[in-house]
């Protein structure tokens, strides 16, 4: 059977290169003074998108992203795997957005995107290590969901056949469509990026993007992608962005463990109730 397949993709700063300039002064991050990068498990789900694709011919794979004009990229980059199309969401008002304001933004994007079969993105984006966002858009669009996903093996007669991991091995479940899945990063890892669909999409944009594409070379060339605000998807401004985000970031820093802050416990008793009684002084656990 013909899908239509919407994969969710994340432009996320590359959280390797954490320096002291990674924060705005309102708390959220600085994407401008960081690396930006196709985030990674996005990239495993993105395969799985393409391997359905392949499977069921006459099936389509979009990719629904949520960023700046500078996120149009990942449209791109998943067009030179084998994407078909892409929806940029971009917004002054979607800025600053936690999960819960994110998945309802695109929860929003893929009504309005219609008919679609299998919403697939990674476990969870390396700028917050949630695991949130694909599980909240399932329950916002009332859809079936499988989270932990190593592979999609196949969908025949409106069902979609998944192994997932669970604590001490792997189960095989299956899901009536429409379904919502999330990829761990140890499935099989994205495609290269084909040359010839380089060389075809290369000049494709936003209409935001556009001043970047005006060169002696880009000038007029490439399609323009789909580019959408809070207004274009009937989404509501206070539950979008900084005004629908109850959970504000308060700090990002890179934690270099010391060999000095060690210590070596014994199985004993008393090591152990030392070890509990300083987790909980501390408000690390209880």
Not at 60 to 68: D, F, K, S, Y
Request: proline letters at 5%; hydrophobic letters at 40%; a negative charge.
């Amino acid at each position: 059977m013909a899908l239509k397949i919407v994969v969710l993709a994340k432009q996320v700063p590359d959280t390797r290169n954490v320096g002291k300039d990674a924060m705005t002064a309102e708390g959220t991050v600085n994407r401008a003074a960081l690396p930006a990068i196709f985030n990674p498990e996005d990239l495993n789900a993105l395969e799985q998108a393409l391997r359905l694709k392949e499977q069921n011919p006459g099936s389509t794979v979009g990719i629904l992203t949520m960023g700046p004009p500078r996120a149009g990229e990942i449209i791109r980059q998943g067009l030179y795997r084998g994407a078909d199309t892409g929806w940029l969401l971009t917004d002054r008002l979607f800025a600053g957005a936690d999960t819960l304001a994110t998945s309802y933004a695109l929860a929003t994007a893929i009504k309005k995107i219609g008919d679609v079969d299998i919403v697939i993105g990674g476990r969870q984006a390396i700028d917050g290590d949630t695991a949130q966002v694909g599980p909240q858009v399932a329950q916002k669009l009332g859809l079936n969901q499988v989270t932990y996903a190593e592979e999609v093996c196949s969908v025949h007669d409106g069902i979609a056949v998944v192994r997932r991991v669970i604590d001490g091995g792997v189960e095989t479940v299956e899901a009536p469509l429409p379904v919502v899945i999330t990829v761990n990063g140890s499935a099989a890892p994205c495609r290269p990026r084909n040359a010839k669909l380089v060389m075809a999409h290369k000049w494709d944009h936003c209409p935001l993007e556009a001043e970047a594409f005006k060169s002696a070379e880009g000038e007029g060339r490439g399609a323009v992608l789909n580019q959408w605000s809070v207004a274009d998807v009937e989404g509501d401004p206070q539950q979008c962005g900084l005004a629908g985000s109850p959970t504000k970031v308060k700090a990002v820093k890179n934690i270099v463990f010391q060999a000095k802050e060690s210590k070596t416990l014994t199985a004993s008793d008393a090591d152990i109730n030392n070890l509990i009684q300083e987790l909980l002084n501390e408000k690390i656990i209880g």
